[in-house]
């Protein structure tokens, strides 16, 4: 059915509508902050939902209040609420608030979700997604659930963002930059004319830095994350060559270090010491939804001569199923634990970072794990406009956790760890600042 909203797209954001009509299932939007890139994916949404097939659309946001707030109870800078660009007469019953969906009266249904709870996703068929600030979200609402529904189905996905570092959304903009089957706009402020200079230079004369200016407003992947805890330690990494190809040195133990997940993943960091104090980062595992035998089955596979594997003190506790502790079960398929003792998760944090300038990385085999270290991050607070010091638990805290109980073995062996002077030391000897 053809229908009239009011809206009107920008030239360029209607480049990206042309190029969806066209035929394309895919697109990425690298919009710069403020260039409109919610008001762009919303009306597209909502077109599709009422000119193509009845169907179920998602608009995802990194989290059901950001939902809420951005399009739900969102107003455009005519002070028109966003849901108000659906026609009244196009909307059968009231919009249920608290879910925040809607039904069309030619039988499609759109509905903004978060997707930080991505597991409500499963089981569901929709036709057509937006991932609005796609590097802030979750990823596996994506991968896990989303992608394989649509690549079955035949339906379309729009990603938008703003960079945030070098995370999940700056791997998919880089595949999808080289895919045909992928439409891709990269917008900076040059391109849109939108944000005079002055305004630029009069946010840096605020206090707001040039690295953040960067990264809003000319789409740099470049710099790290606000609020991450080791994102400025794993750019001191990048930056002194420590992430590189580094071998596994037969003449020494690989230690492995573990967090144990239930409903979570379960990562392990395989690690070795040097004589001359370094720590190399050899490997890296992560999976979930696997028992402790499957974890067992790797450390074999790859081979390495073990030293010692690090546990956190919940290893002991006992499950309700079997009543046995994961340390028994361990020990039965041939792992010896050592359990580490309890100290807080902030005490763990700074171990971390007194390690990180003495460590070294195997840039491939540790990927994901240095992907994980980078945006490993505090929680943010919606009502204090900041972030607290409290860890986002996410997919990206099972392997900080991980390295955490790393460095308590390692500091604790040592008996203390390296003081803010050793590290300075240190980033001065590899020709950098931590």
């Known amino acids: 059915m053809r229908v009239t909203i009011p809206y009107r797209p920008r030239p360029y954001q209607a480049v990206f509508e042309q190029a969806m009509l066209g ?63 659906i026609p009244k007469e196009l909307i059968v019953g009231k919009p249920n608030s608290t879910e925040m969906k809607l039904n069309l009266i030619n039988g499609s249904m759109i509905q903004v979700v978060g997707a930080e709870n991505y597991d409500a996703l499963r089981g569901t068929n929709p036709k057509g997604c937006v991932f609005s600030e796609y590097a802030m979200q979750d990823s596996r609402a994506w991968t896990e659930v989303i992608s394989p529904i649509l690549a079955k189905n035949g339906g379309w996905a729009v990603f938008n963002t703003t960079p945030l570092g070098k995370n999940h959304a700056f791997d998919l903009w880089s595949m999808a930059e080289r895919s045909d089957n992928w439409f891709t706009q990269k917008l900076t402020i040059e391109d849109t004319g939108l944000i005079p200079r002055e305004v630029i230079d009069q946010e840096i004369a605020e206090g707001k830095s040039k690295e953040i200016i960067e990264q809003e407003y000319w789409c740099s992947f470049d710099r790290g994350v606000d609020g991450t805890y080791y994102g400025r330690l794993i750019s001191s990494a990048w930056d002194s060559g420590r992430i590189t190809g580094v071998p596994v040195d037969s003449s020494l133990d690989v230690n492995t ?36 035998a499957h974890y ?139």
């Open 23 to 85: 035929g394309k299932r895919r697109a990425f939007l690298l919009y710069h902050r403020r260039a409109g890139k919610d008001i762009a994916c919303w009306n597209f949404l909502i077109n599709c939902a009422l000119e193509d097939k009845p169907g179920l659309y998602f608009y995802v946001l990194p989290t059901y209040t950001q939902g809420k707030r951005v399009i739900w109870d969102g107003i455009d800078e005519g002070g028109t609420k966003l849901i108000h660009f």
């Open 257 to 292: 270090s573990w967090d144990l997940g239930i409903g979570d993943a379960t990562a392990i960091w395989f690690w070795q010491e040097t004589p001359g104090g370094e720590i190399h980062l050899v490997d890296f595992y992560e999976n979930s939804g696997e028992g402790i």
């Open 296 to 434: 067992v089955q790797v450390l074999r596979q790859k081979g390495y001569l073990y030293g010692k594997h690090f546990f956190p003190h919940d290893t002991q506790a006992r499950e309700l199923g079997s009543g046995a502790t994961r340390e028994e079960q361990l020990r039965k398929l041939g792992i010896k634990p050592i359990i580490l003792p309890r100290i807080s998760v902030d005490d763990g944090i700074q171990n971390v970072r007194s390690i990180l300038p003495r460590c070294w990385f195997d840039k491939e085999r540790c990927r994901e794990g240095i992907k994980h270290l980078e945006m490993y991050r505090k929680t943010y607070s919606n009502k204090l406009k900041c972030y607290v010091d409290r860890p986002l638990h996410d997919e990206h805290s099972d392997s900080a956790d991980s390295l955490r109980y790393a460095a308590i073995a390692i500091v604790k062996r040592r008996k203390s760890g390296m003081t803010e002077a050793d590290a300075e030391r240190m980033a001065t000897a590899y020709g950098h600042l931590v």
